[in-house]
């Protein structure tokens, strides 16, 4: 294996340039999900990878996830390409996972330069929309099976893909696939391997290993049978808003501390496995002070921030539908708002005990404020939390590719957001599932000016690559 994967990275060195201009082409493609305009923009971002991997010798199969009511327009949803490449009953078979659609992007938002034309900075920057997120690891796994085939080396596993245009939009249809393709077009899949996050910093490379979920609600507070003049009601009816305020006052203290009463019973303890992953992480809390722009970091412990960002639910509060909000002053009580909040829940956290309990508290303190405006709690979304042990043989693989790209262990992190389709994966294929990360912490996914560094993208080519090798020679079982 050593002198093979040796010669791949040294191609992968010669051809910098090319990947580079590769990775251009196809940020050119504003395959904006979210935007009606451009569903056209990401059809044709799927059919380029459809006839990419094709022309390399790949099957594919584009699947037609529905229809999709987006503001008032019906439109077709972005296909779900399907591929393999590869049949070989010897070798193992890795299915990954990446999306080719973007978030919206407009050079009036603050952007130094057109996001949709891919610009490389003197300091080695790549800059442009979907660059990191998630357009240059899907490429990553393409421009890998296309060097091995350059250099006529035999690729060391078969490799399934599936591809999605709708991640940034919810990942609407996806789920469905998956689950009738389980037995189908999947069957046969060994472990699962998907890479559309983010280093915990900038200098060391890492594998996650879990995910939280996240319980969504909304609180609505609803009085009078229509708006009413302050001057005249203030201080002879119930007002909707005053209640709600209160209520969403008592969820979560200053410190970030869930007030909701058995809450944290479900949580999983601190193992002393996990708590050697928290050894020689890159992070700090003046790095992230300075991302912040301000230190408001609650915690004075490092590893305090790392675990309630991880491994601890939180609860944040996010706004309120049906109030005042424009500039200026408006004199005004609402019949009616709606607050809206959620849960970032942690194993082994169940959403409908979640959704309990938070009910159950609401309505309890609602009763003691002797209102007679009408209260509810709706809860609007409740997916799971993930987590994987870093000890598993695909994460063991992983961390050796990764020490023989970048010469370091990597760190083990987990994340505090979510990713739903990891979950979906695990749950209907039955196989482990890996999070490996191409881009840095400081990449901007989502943001003005997103950007993968040269130095990730090419070293990332080379991890994709080098992991494959690592599973091919690893004993799963």
């Known amino acids: 294996m050593a002198n093979t994967v040796e010669k791949y990275f040294d191609l992968v060195d010669q051809n910098q340039q090319k990947f580079i201009e590769t990775l251009r082409e196809v940020v050119a493609i504003p395959s904006v999900s979210g935007d009606a305009s451009k569903r056209g923009e990401v059809v044709r971002m799927g059919e380029w990878l459809q006839d990419r991997w094709e022309a390399l010798g790949a099957q594919c199969k584009r699947v037609d996830p529905g229809k999709q009511d987006l503001h008032g327009e019906i439109l077709d949803l972005p296909p779900v ?158 007002e909707p808003m005053v209640d709600l305020v209160h209520l969403l006052s008592r969820l979560v203290d200053t410190n970030g501390r869930i007030q909701v009463p058995g809450i944290y019973d479900q949580v999983m303890a601190v193992t002393d496995e996990e708590e050697r992953t928290y050894e020689d992480l890159e992070f700090s809390h003046k790095a992230l002070a300075t991302d912040l722009k301000h230190d408001v970091i609650i915690h004075d412990d490092e590893r305090a921030t790392l675990k309630h960002r991880w491994r601890y639910p939180t609860l944040s509060i996010h706004g309120v539908e049906g109030a005042f909000y424009a500039s200026g002053d408006k004199t005004v009580i609402p019949a009616r708002v709606r607050g809206k909040f959620s849960l970032r829940t942690v194993p082994n956290m169940e959403p409908p005990k979640v959704a309990e309990l938070v009910t159950k508290y609401l309505e309890s303190e609602f009763s003691k404020l002797g209102s007679k405006n009408r209260m509810r709690v709706i809860e609007t979304h409740g997916g799971r939390w993930w987590y994987s042990s870093p000890n598993h043989p695909n994460f063991v693989a992983a961390a050796r590719a990764t020490e023989r790209v970048y010469g370091v262990k990597p760190d083990l992190t987990r994340e505090g957001g979510s990713i739903p389709v990891t979950l979906t994966f695990e749950e209907n294929l039955k196989v482990n599932v890996l999070l490996l990360p191409m881009g840095a912490a400081d990449d901007g996914a989502h943001s003005i000016n997103e950007k993968i560094d040269k130095r990730n993208y090419i070293q990332g080519i080379k991890l994709l690559g080098a992991y494959l090798h690592e599973i091919a020679e690893t004993d799963l079982n």
């Open 81 to 238: 390409i399907l591929g393999q490449y590869g049949n070989d009953p010897s070798k193992k078979t890795v299915l990954v996972y990446g999306h080719y659609d973007v978030q919206p992007a407009l050079l009036e938002d603050g952007w130094e330069t057109d996001p949709f034309t891919l610009v490389e900075k003197e300091d080695g920057r790549l800059v442009g929309r979907g660059s990191t997120d998630d357009k240059g690891p899907v490429l990553g796994w393409l421009l890998c099976a296309e060097t091995h085939k350059q250099a006529g080396l035999e690729f060391p596993v078969n490799l399934k893909f599936c591809f999605e245009g709708m991640e940034e939009s919810g990942s609407e249809g996806l789920d469905a696939i998956i689950v009738d393709e389980a037995d189908k077009w999947f069957k046969g899949t060994d472990v699962v391997c998907i890479s559309d996050n983010y280093w915990l910093g900038t200098q060391k490379p890492c594998l996650t290993h879990g995910l939280r979920g996240v319980s969504y609600f909304h609180l609505e507070v609803e009085g009078p049978g229509a708006d009413l003049h302050s001057g005249v009601f203030g201080g002879t009816v119930h």
